[in-house]
């Protein structure tokens, strides 16, 4: 199975700052064939079900506010939120479908300071 | 407009037989390249992949639990089902089922919380 591995598990920001989470997977998401990495990100928050922002690694949902930035390739992923604002506080979480199983990390939780 | 939901039973006693279903709108499951899959939560932990089912019927399990799982699907109610056999209290949890079509799962239902209790 795929290890995805995501860093750091928590995070105290404020509003306004620059974070950026880190998503590390065993073997490479990147299928050769088409280029694609096959690597999801999602928000998830405290009551709701988990939201799809960003899948093929750098491909924003429709609706995604633009500060929600996925970048990386291979092994190597990165979830970038420019500015967080209040609503942004929750658990990220992301999960490759390369291969089956599909896996997911464990998540990385956003707080306030 | 997409949208699924999950119902389930809410209780049941170790050793039975869980029965999930997933009633989904706006969208077809025997539309090429869709599918719907199953995940779970116990409570403040982490997400975990159970099964997946195709617009083919193709079908996909967790290899920790694949003995006790068993996914299927009613396309022409646009439904699809879980079935987990020998609950314990470890499958207490929130169960989700996600339509994935042609790569991650782009929509998600509210889930159904589950509990196993003697």
């Known amino acids: 199975d795929i290890v995805m591995t995501q860093t750091p598990s928590s995070q105290a920001v404020s509003a306004g700052e620059k974070v950026t989470m880190s998503c590390k997977s065993s073997q490479s998401l990147l299928y050769s064939e088409n280029k694609k990495n096959y690597l999801a990100w999602y928000q998830q928050k405290p009551g709701q079900s988990p939201k799809l922002l960003i899948s093929?690694?750098?491909t924003r949902e429709s609706g995604v506010p633009d500060r929600f930035i996925g970048s990386g390739s291979g092994t190597d992923f990165t979830l970038t939120i420019s500015s967080v604002q209040a609503e942004d506080l929750a658990v990220y979480y992301c999960e490759q479908y390369y291969d089956t199983p599909p896996t997911f990390g464990g998540g990385t939780k956003l707080e306030l300071k | 407009q997409v949208t699924l939901k999950e119902s389930g039973p809410g209780i049941l006693q170790p050793s039975q037989t869980l029965s999930l279903t997933c009633t989904f709108s706006?969208?077809?499951?025997?539309?090429?390249?869709?599918?719907v899959g199953w995940i779970r939560q116990p409570s403040g932990k982490g997400l975990e992949w159970l099964a997946n089912?195709?617009?083919?019927?193709?079908?996909y399990y967790n290899p920790s639990l694949k003995n006790r799982l068993t996914i299927s699907k009613d396309t022409s109610n646009n439904q699809a089902f879980l079935k987990i056999t020998n609950v314990d209290t470890a499958d207490t949890a929130t169960y989700y089922c996600?339509?994935?079509?042609?790569?991650?799962?782009?929509?998600w239902g509210q889930g159904v919380m589950v509990t196993v209790s003697s």
């Open positions: 996600a339509r994935i079509d042609h790569g991650a799962r782009d929509y």
């Open positions: 706006g969208f077809s499951l025997s539309t090429y390249g869709m599918g």
């Open positions: 093929w690694a750098s």
């Open positions: 089912i195709w617009w083919d019927d193709d079908k």
